[in-house]
């Protein structure tokens, strides 16, 4: 993972829980939810870059068991301390170097997918798909680049050579990181992800877009 990306997370930890609060995003908030809770019902799952734990606790409601990890201790820390089921069991891990004693049979990746470098992504997705059973359930939700929202294109500060896209990012302690934050199509997402399954959901919420899809089973 981007070393500033990294960084930037560790150093916003305290702060970050404040995304959740945005008035105009709380309707996709709910739906996400219930989406998520629905997907990952009586599944035990693995949950990447799990932050704060926000999405842990909404899916802890209804899955048998979650793994949720995230390289930065920081912010497994405030995750910890919310009301969570016994179900779940976080741990401080980088995902490129995750090596579970077990496979899964759901993964959810929040807000992680814009994180991915576009020519890390064929090998990200090789990776996570290793830690899964045939047939599993994988989901991501992300942000949509939407005017007069803090992801509108104005809030791009960079695009490189490879077309990966930056957001200049100002902390409450006075930090600035440039960061990777990359907005995908529907029709860029089912093309990176046709290569695992058949029947990929694409739902389009107002400030989110969701994608979700069962691993063909292969031989």
Same mark, same amino acid.
């Given at each position: 993972? +981007?070393?500033?990306?990294t960084l930037y ?9 404040? #995304? ?10 709910? =739906? ?10 009586? =599944? ?7 932050? @704060?734990?926000? $999405? ?15 390289? %930065?201790? /920081? ?7 919310? &009301?969570?089921?016994? +179900?779940? #069991? ?15 049979? *759901? ?21 996570? @798909?290793?830690?899964? =059973?045939? +047939? *599993? @359930?994988? *989901?991501?939700?992300?942000s949509k680049q ?7 294109? &104005? ?8 077309? +990966? ?10 930090? %600035?990181?440039?960061?990777? &934050? %990359? ?7 089912i093309q990176k992800?046709?290569?695992? /399954?058949?029947?990929? %959901? ?6 989110? $877009? ?10």
């Amino acid at each position: 993972m +981007n070393q500033d990306l990294t960084l930037y997370y560790k150093e916003r930890a305290k702060e970050y829980d404040k #995304v959740y609060s945005i008035p105009e995003e709380q309707n996709d908030l709910v =739906k996400a939810t219930e989406i998520f809770q629905k997907l990952f019902f009586q =599944k035990h799952v693995l949950e990447i870059a799990c932050g @704060t734990g926000y $999405w842990t606790e909404q899916i802890s409601k209804s899955a048998t068991s979650i793994f949720a990890t995230d390289i %930065n201790e /920081s912010v497994i820390e405030i995750a910890k301390s919310r &009301k969570i089921f016994e +179900n779940v #069991v976080f741990e401080v891990a980088d995902m490129y170097s995750l090596t579970p004693k077990a496979k899964y049979d *759901a993964l959810f990746g929040g807000f992680i997918w814009s994180h991915i470098l576009l020519q890390d992504l064929d090998d990200f997705l090789d990776k996570i @798909t290793g830690f899964l =059973k045939p +047939n *599993a @359930t994988v *989901a991501f939700i992300d942000s949509k680049q939407v005017e007069g929202s803090s992801h509108s294109i &104005k809030g791009i500060s960079k695009t490189d050579e490879q077309g +990966n896209t930056y957001q200049t990012r100002n902390l409450e302690n006075g930090a %600035n990181h440039l960061v990777l &934050k %990359n907005f995908p199509s529907q029709e860029f997402l089912i093309q990176k992800l046709t290569k695992f /399954s058949k029947h990929i %959901n694409y739902i389009d919420l107002e400030y989110y $877009w969701i994608v979700f899809y069962k691993l063909d089973h292969k031989e």
